[in-house]
C-alpha cells in the first residue's frame, strides 16, 4: 500500500466530505450489526472490549467496554513499534561497530552493540548485515591492510542496555526461556540469541555437538543425560545448562534424528559472542591470546578509537516489521529498550523503556489514567500489560494522521493471506479492494487484535478488539474470539467499501 492512498483520507473534497459525515452519522447499523455478532458469539460480553474509530473524523462508530484495560498480549507491539518510531525516527538504523584502540603499540578490539535484534538474524531481510563469519572476514581484512595483525584483546561492549536480560520476577517471562519464543535480550543480540545446533548419531553412544550456527562456543555438560539408540521413540531434548554455553543433553536420540538441526536459545550472548569473536578473528589470521576476551563492565570507560569498516546498519523499517508482522518478542523488547536508552541518555532497561513508551503514548494521545494503561515489557509477553482497546485505537488513529511516519508503520503490519501472523485468518474472504491491516495477540488468557482498514477512495477506520478468558483451551472459546474478531473487521470492510463507491459517485458528478 503506497502512502499517499492512505493519505488520501485527509485530503477529502468538500463534495465528498457531506458524504463522509453523512456515512458517520449512520454509523449505527455497523453499531448493531457488531453487536449483534458478539451477543451470538457465545463469549462473555462482560470479557470482551472493542472500538471502531473513523480516521478521518475521528467519530467513534461502534464500542464495546471500550475503556476498560484488559491484557492486550502482542498487541503491545503496535504501542510500542510507533513510539520507536516517534522517539528515534523513521530513518533510524542501529548500527554494530568494531573499534580498534591502540595503547602503548597494543590493541584492542571492542565490537560495540547498539542492541540491533536483526543483527546476523537470517529470519529478517533489510540492512548489511550478513552472517558472523562473513562480517569478521571483512574485518579482519580491514585490520591487515592498516597493519594489525596481532591483538590484546577482544572485548563485547553491550551497554547501551543494562544487563539484565529478562524482566525480574515475571512468571510468563521466566517459563518461556526453555524455547527460542522468549529469548534473553543484550546490548548485543546474535541471530536472535538463538542458534542452530547439529547432532552427530553413533549407536549407543552419547550424542556429539557436530555444527553450531552462528558458531557460538556451545558444549554438551557433564550433566547430559543422553544416548543414540535407534528404533525407540525419541524423548530426546536440550535445555540450557546453569553455565552459558553449557548445553544438558537429555533423553534417547533416534538415528532419524542425527541430521536434523535444533533450534536453541542462547544464554548470556554477550559473554559468549566475545569468545567467538576471538575465535572467528584467529581463524582469519588475526593472533588473539587464548582467553583473551571479555564483556566490557560498567566501570569501564567509554568505547573510543578508530571504527574499523564495515558498521553493520539496520534499518528500523525491518525491525519493526519484523516486530509486527512476525511477532516476535526479542524485537519489541530491543525498540522498547532502545528507546529508552534514547530518552534517558543512560543504558536502555524495562524500567526506561516502559517509561519512554508511555511518553511517547501521552505525547500522541494525551494523559491517560491507569485505569486504561499499565505497561510493563514491550512485547505483550509479559501478563502485567493492561490496555483499554480505546487507547490502542487512539494510537492508531494518531499514527495513520502522522504522514512521516503512517506509511512504514503500517506496512509493518500483517496483512490476511500475506506471510505473517494473519497468513491462516479470514479464512475465505476477499477483501476486494480494500486492505486490512493488523496486529493479532495471543497469550494463555488474551486473544486481540487491532489494526487499521483503507477502502480504495482513501476512506479508514482503526479498530482494537481485546478479548480475555480464564483459560482459553479449557473454555474452549478461542475460535469463538478470533471468528468475532474477523467478523468486526469484515464488516468494518464492507462499510468502507459502501462509502468508497458512494466517495466513486459523488467525484463522478
Known sequence: MSIRRIHALFRVAPAATALLLAAAACAGDLASDVRLKLKTSQLNEANVGYVVIDVATG??????????ARIPASNMKVLTTGAALDVLGPNFEFRTRLVAATNAGKTTLTIVGDGDPALFDPEAH???WTTVSDAVNAWAANLKASGVVQVEEVVVDARIFDSEPIPTGDEKWATNLNGTYAVELWGLNIAANTARVGFGWQSGAAPKIAS????????????SRSRCVAGTKSTFDVQNGNTPGQLVLQGNMTNTEGDKDKSI?????????????????????????QGAFRVAQPTDPATTGAVVPPVLTTPIATVIKRANTDSVNLYA???????GAARSGKAGSWVTGREAVQSAITARIGAVGNQQIKLFDGSGLSKENMVSPAVIAGWLRALACDSTKVGIYYNSFARPHEPGTLKKRFDGVDFNGVDVFGKSGYIDCASCLSGLVVGPGGKAMVYSILCRSDNWKAEGKLTNARTFQEQLVVRVAEEIKRDSVKFATAADH
Open 59 to 68: 467519530k467513534t462508530v461502534a464500542s464495546h467496554n471500550e475503556t476498560i
Open 212 to 223: 553450531v550456527d552462528p558458531p557460538f562456543p556451545l558444549r554438551s555438560s557433564a550433566e
Open 333 to 339: 523488547e530491543a525498540l522498547a529498550k532502545r528507546v
Open 265 to 289: 536459545s542462547v544464554r548470556n550472548t554477550p559473554l559468549l559472542a566475545a569468545e567467538m569473536f576471538a575465535t572467528e578473528f584467529r581463524r582469519c589470521g588475526i593472533v588473539v591470546p
Open 126 to 128: 533489510g540492512g548489511n
